[in-house]
């Protein structure tokens, strides 16, 4: 059994969507002959919004084993930039924020003293003293983890391996912000730094081929893909007797490039036609400012029939999305090769997917290869496409995931893309 670190920000029992992929790992590594050793902050399980990430939690290093596995969580202690966060970030006060975050990436370069994980490199120099490790896997965001790498790369001479679950400064989600003079510069100061320290990596890990071929190439790093997929553990749960009303469910947090205007549309279409469904952005309230967008959106008619959630307990909302008649899935713009987390959910849950607007590419490729999906690029196409869905539902014995081959399904699996990691470790 080959004994590997992961270091993560994010892991059980914080069940927000970053901790998922690698808690999964950590658990799983073993049946392909790796035992994992898991570095992390401490958690409690009960997170509602941004601000409950930013307290501080646990006054001791805590230490669990398993037979697959073993944990310890550190104490954690909000740095700088988080403290920041909590008191001004989404006040009238956000220029103070600002200004942290300039000071946090100038600091960064020099200490991570003044960080949230300033801890990790430190537990990670005394814990080589004691365990047999020659190899880690630093799982970010927070991107600045990766300094973590760069120094047990030097310092402990170590093999590393940087795991993006999204890119960082080759991120069109965040280039697509880009313009303000501030934001800029910081952008080339983070461009310098992952180039210094992920470039000490032996290879990065992403969860696309178009994210790991850019961010390979602008490291000069050899890239793996390995897509986040879906846990198997969700294809045996129970049925669910469906909502009473027609439901379309979007899961997770919005994206400001997520163009909701074409799905509102469809609902005022089918107002008007006397076919009303209804609208659950679940667990989009997470995020106060998204939150705040969807509201403006929706025209007062439409509000009855749009809900926005906040966060629930993952089971509860896997729950939820099992109820609804469909779920729908939103491009990023123009932006290509962003497969969102959610789809493979969608897919392990087998329900019939609505990509309104397409986006074209990955998203659009994996849908028609399973068979679950439905494509619009306007309102009027995406009120027929939800028709033709609610049609579906009224035929006798009609279910939508016939369509959906169990073996094509089942190469999304969180298994499935793990096995990846076999010969590279």
């Known amino acids: ?16 969507t970053p901790a998922q992929r690698i ?47 073993e944990v310890y969580y550190l104490p954690f202690k909000p740095g700088l930039l988080d403290k920041a966060y909590s008191k001004f970030g989404e006040t009238k006060w956000r220029p103070l924020f600002i200004l942290a975050k300039i000071l946090d990436v100038l600091l960064i370069a020099g200490t991570l003293k003044f960080t949230s994980y300033a801890n990790f490199f430190p537990f990670l120099t005394e814990l080589k003293k004691t365990e047999d490790f020659e190899k880690v896997i630093i799982s970010g965001e927070p991107f600045y983890l990766f300094k973590i790498g760069y120094l047990i790369s030097k310092k402990l001479k170590l093999t ?12 069109e989600l965040q280039k697509a912000k880009s313009g303000r003079f501030i934001r800029t510069l910081i952008s080339k100061l983070e461009a310098h730094y992952e180039k210094r320290w992920v470039g000490s990596a032996k290879f990065i890990i992403s969860v ?27 294809l045996d749960l129970p049925s669910e007797n469906l909502f009473e009303d027609f439901t379309v469910v979007y899961s997770g947090t919005l994206y400001p490039s997520q163009n909701i205007k074409l799905v509102l549309g469809a609902l005022k279409i089918a107002l008007e036609n006397g076919n009303p469904f209804r609208l659950v952005f679940l667990g989009s309230g997470f995020d106060i400012k998204e939150k705040k967008r969807i509201d403006s959106l929706v025209e007062d008619s439409l509000k009855p029939y749009v809900q926005i959630t906040d966060r629930l307990p993952r ?70 496409q939800i028709m033709k869905i609610r049609s579906g539902y009224e035929k006798e014995g009609f279910r939508m995931e016939v ?18 990691l076999k010969n590279l470790i």
Not at 6 to 16: A, G, M, N, R
Not at 160 to 171: H, L
Not at 208 to 233: D, H, L, Q
């Open 1 to 16: 059994m080959i004994k590997i670190v992961l270091v993560t920000f994010y892991f059980s029992p914080c069940t927000l």
């Open 23 to 69: 808690s999964y790992w950590a658990k799983n590594l073993n049946k392909i002959g790796i035992y994992p050793i898991v570095v992390t902050r401490a958690w409690e399980a009960n997170i509602k919004s941004h601000f409950d990430t930013k307290k501080p939690f646990g006054k001791a290093i805590k230490h669990e084993k398993f037979e697959t596995h």
């Open 160 to 171: 590393w391996i940087a795991d993006y679950r999204d890119d960082w400064s080759t991120n």
């Open 208 to 234: 696309s081929e178009n994210y790991t071929k850019r961010i390979s190439e602008f490291i000069n790093v050899p890239g793996v893909t390995v897509a986040n997929g879906f846990e198997e553990e969700i």
């Open 315 to 384: 089971m509860e909302a896997l729950t939820f999305i099992k109820k609804a008649h469909a779920v729908l899935a939103i491009s990023y713009g123009d932006m290509k090769g962003i497969p969102s987390s959610k789809l493979y959910e969608y897919i392990g849950l087998k329900k019939p997917v609505l990509l309104c607007p397409s986006d074209h590419d990955v998203m659009e490729q994996i849908l028609k290869d399973v068979g679950l999906g439905f494509f619009a690029d306007n309102a009027v196409s995406c009120f027929e």
């Open 403 to 420: 369509d959906a081959g169990q073996d094509k399904i089942l190469k999304y699996s969180r298994f499935h893309q793990l096995m990846k």
